[in-house]
């Protein structure tokens, strides 16, 4: 349920699409520490990878991956991030990126700023696992919010250091539905026991109101000439995204809108990368072939990153090395379909509700959009962000403008409660924004974590 460029969508729905007394005893940081992955270049900050149990009656454990920050670990904040080790690790704003046999070092890392902990939920995606296969039969939101909240306390028992360190949760796509609902955990669990130190929460490209933020993608298609005049007018008036999901899990589909999604597909071809409607594709996902296309020089992207972030991981020296394992899976995958079956009816449950609830409890959360993404377009989340304020009686405090860069617009920002609730769109950049646009992402989360507005002009 991690956001991915390639396995995301599925039939027009998101497959991203992450006590002391429930961990096993001897769980330490000192035996999760990787003396050097495979490949990489020299590093001065340690790194750390492994299980944590969150429910060792049924045998459920969690992996996740821990860089520490570049400089000065000990006074740099901890951020969660929810979509897992190879989409947000290997692919976007972890410290290397796999390139042919090696890993290269990401310039953008977001351990610039933070410690950055990734973490892969719920069990069955990654390398996470359950030995008791009954629980792959109906995983939901629900269990996935509690076993994050167990997986944190039992990360905590490892590094004590970073307990009651300023704390952020950020994440993707699913992970709007992820973040809030364990930030929300979280904040019930402060008023037994004051544990997370919780600062704030990012969201990107997030999935916050099923209806609002499928059927913006209506006007991003014609808006970009992916479709005809005449095709978005059946598509906005005869079947919409959201009714054809629901005929679909319903097992209701009708033939009118699967005539409608048909022709929607037709027309924006499988050779446009929805998640970034100006990149190329790569031909190897496209074809599941093997040959690896040469990256063009001006975007300076390796769009067939996901698939040398799957062979990196998939090789055995690598898990070695990352102290992981396969169970009940032959391969790494960013989401083991084949063994998860999750609630997809919970994508039809807002959670913007939950994301108003925290601002209220002064939780200060920032929404971002890449703005070439048609999966879940800025024109969706900008609706609900708008809308959430007007509820929460918030004042705009920052007008609608553009941010900067270095020299160049970074993309647009507006305000409201003098930061208890932001937007930001990140301009060029796709549903993953740290893998498209890595310099206007670091430069967006850097102002995230102090608590700074966007720089409103060159810098």
């Known amino acids: 349920m991690q956001g991915s460029r390639g396995t995301a ?15 096993a005893a001897g769980e330490t940081a000192a035996e999760d520490k990787i003396s050097g992955l495979p ?17 060792a009656a049924r045998k459920r454990s969690l992996f996740y991956y821990f860089a520490e920050a570049e400089a000065d670990p000990a006074a740099k904040p901890l951020v969660l991030w929810l979509n897992g080790v190879g989409v947000g690790a290997f692919s976007e704003n972890g410290p290397f990126r796999p390139s042919g046999n090696v890993l290269v070092r990401n310039e953008y890392s977001w351990n610039k700023e933070a410690n950055m902990l990734y973490l892969e939920s719920p069990a069955g995606v990654g390398f996470s696992y359950s030995t008791d296969p009954s629980f792959y039969g109906g995983v939901g939101d629900s269990m ?42 979280m904040v019930e669990f402060n008023k037994k026991e004051k544990v997370f130190n919780l600062k704030g929460i990012a969201l990107g490209n997030p999935v916050l109101e099923f209806s609002t933020d499928f059927n913006s993608r209506a006007e991003f298609f014609w808006s970009h000439g992916l479709i005809s005049d005449s095709t978005y007018n059946i598509f906005t008036t005869v079947c919409n995204y959201s009714r054809y999901v629901s005929e679909y899990y319903h ?7 699967d005539r409608v999604m048909s022709q929607v597909t037709r027309e924006t071809s499988r050779f ?13 996902s496209v074809f599941m072939q093997s040959k690896v296309l040469t990256p063009q020089a001006s975007r300076e992207l390796d769009v067939c990153v996901e698939d040398e972030t799957m062979s990196y991981l998939n090789r055995k020296d690598v898990q070695e090395a990352m102290h992981a394992q396969l169970n009940g899976v032959q391969r790494w995958t960013v989401c083991s379909s084949s063994v998860l079956e999750y609630k997809q009816l919970d994508l039809q449950i807002p959670t913007i509700n939950i994301v108003g609830a925290l601002v209220k409890s002064g939780v200060p959360v920032l929404v971002y959009s890449g703005d070439q993404d048609s999966v879940i377009p800025l024109t969706g989340s900008r609706t609900l962000v708008h809308r959430l304020a007007g509820r929460l009686r918030l004042n705009t405090t920052e007008p609608y403008r553009a941010w900067f860069q270095g020299k160049q617009v970074g993309g ?14 990140v301009r060029g950049a796709s549903h993953e924004a740290p893998f498209s646009q890595p310099e206007r992402s670091l430069g967006l989360f850097r102002a995230f974590l102090a608590g700074r507005q966007l720089p409103e002009s060159f810098e």
């Open 272 to 284: 446009v990368d929805k998640y970034d409607v100006t990149l190329d594709v790569c031909i190897s």
């Open 9 to 23: 969508i599925a039939a027009g729905v998101v497959f991203v699409l992450l006590l002391g007394k429930c961990f």
């Open 144 to 185: 996935t919010a509690r076993d994050n909240l167990k997986f944190l306390q039992g990360w905590f028992n490892k590094f004590p250091q970073y307990k009651g360190r300023d704390l952020y949760i950020t994440g993707e796509s699913y992970a709007g539905h992820y973040v809030p609902q364990l930030a929300q955990r």
């Open 251 to 257: 097992g209701s589909l009708s033939a009118t809108c």
């Open 412 to 425: 647009w920002t507006q305000v409201f409660g003098g930061g208890a609730l932001s937007f930001a769109t």
């Open 39 to 55: 490949g990489q270049p020299p590093v001065s900050f340690a790194q750390y990878s492994g299980y944590v149990t969150v429910d």
